[in-house]
């Protein structure tokens, strides 16, 4: 599974963050979604943003690219860099390999940019970039509230020690989880609607690197950055995507909160579930965080299947979609489809 948001903001003009595939057709969740209500992906697709090359953010980036002809892709200004690409270069794109899938996308991306001869359609996004700012009729921005300068410094000297040393065999899984200080947190504002979109932007307590670098180096105030009444939590819930100053500064009092499941890591616990439910008037999740659970069985099946399988996992293809519209006047209208959970009293 994995994450992914389209925003429409008028005139016919969407944008689209991270990228996933959906689990029965193989294909970006985003085209399905988009093609299914009619939009012209090709036209009206005006940019694709990649906050973080983990495989949950990324996987089918280089099908949507191609899919978007007038959209231009951005990712954290690291990824631009000749040590990324050097690394990509080592993973060739393998059908049969479920390994290293991060870098053999982005590989992909590269490799289509340099046989259309469009690098022009690769942008670089550090704190402060703007994607859009439109003035003429209502309104419309979308900025990017990192990553920190120091935090692209340290994700480039973290991808050339991971570069293949001579003489030796080739890392897998390489792409590190400090990857996750390098992600783009966004700001959008639609007329006097703001929301907050958490991507995987993690907390270490370093003032330059994470959220708190947000804080520490002025980012509100220069950028003049209004309260969001929307928060898509940070790093699936997380106890690592929490900064008091995220609800204090850039958020109202109870925004509606939203964030999707990390199976893997069990994202978000009943804990974090608890307390996003307290700072938020509504929290929803795109899923059931604890729908991978193993089937319990008879002991004497649980131990032939534990002689016969090398590693098992529970295949969980339900993908949660939560819909979030604005009003004339303001108002949230929220839906979703049978897989969504909202933790609260009120039906979504």
């Known amino acids: 599974m994995g994450e992914c948001i389209v925003l429409n903001f008028g005139e016919g003009r969407w ?9 029965i057709t193989k294909q970006p969740i985003a085209l399905n979604y988009l093609q299914s209500i009619g939009v012209d992906v090709s036209q009206q697709v005006i940019g694709i943003l990649i906050t973080h090359w983990h495989s949950d953010h990324i996987e089918g980036a280089s099908a949507l690219l191609k899919a978007c002809h007038n959209a231009k892709l951005y ?21 049969f390999a479920d390994t290293d899938k ?24 550090k704190n402060r970039h703007t994607f859009f700012d ?10 990017a509230l990192s990553p920190s300068d120091v935090a692209v410094t ?36 639609f007329g006097n609607f703001s929301a907050l979109l958490g991507s995987d932007l993690e907390e270490t307590g370093n003032p330059q690197t994470g959220w708190s670098a947000i804080f520490e180096n002025n980012v509100i105030n220069e950028l003049s950055l209004s309260s969001a009444s929307l928060f898509k939590v940070a790093h699936h819930g997380s106890e690592t995507g929490y900064h008091d100053k995220i609800w204090q500064e850039l958020l109202i009092k109870s925004p509606l909160s939203m964030t999707t499941p990390y199976t893997r890591s069990s994202l978000p616990t009943a804990d974090n579930i608890n307390k996003l439910q307290k700072l938020s008037s509504h929290f929803l999740i795109t899923r059931d965080p604890q729908a991978n659970k193993r089937i319990k069985r008879e002991n004497m099946v649980e131990r032939e299947l534990r002689s016969i399988a090398k590693d098992r996992k529970t295949i969980n293809e339900k993908m949660g979609h939560i819909q979030i519209r604005i009003t004339i006047d303001g108002n949230l209208n929220i839906s979703g489809n049978e897989n969504a959970v909202k933790f609260t009293t009120t039906a979504i």
């Open 102 to 125: 991060d870098i053999r996308e982005f590989r992909e991306i590269i490799e289509f940019l340099r046989e259309t001869g469009d690098r022009n359609r690769f942008s670089a996004v």
């Open 75 to 95: 990712c954290s200004i690291a990824l631009l860099k000749k040590e990324a690409f050097q690394l990509a270069a080592l993973y060739k794109k393998d059908i």
């Open 15 to 23: 944008f689209i963050i991270d990228s996933c595939l959906c689990p």
């Open 134 to 143: 439109y003035r003429n009729t209502v309104p419309t921005r979308l900025v």
């Open 154 to 189: 340290q994700s480039i000297a973290s991808l050339t020690q991971l570069a293949q040393k001579q003489g030796k065999r080739r890392t897998r899984n390489v792409v590190p989880t400090s990857e996750n200080l390098n992600a783009v947190a966004l700001h959008f504002s």
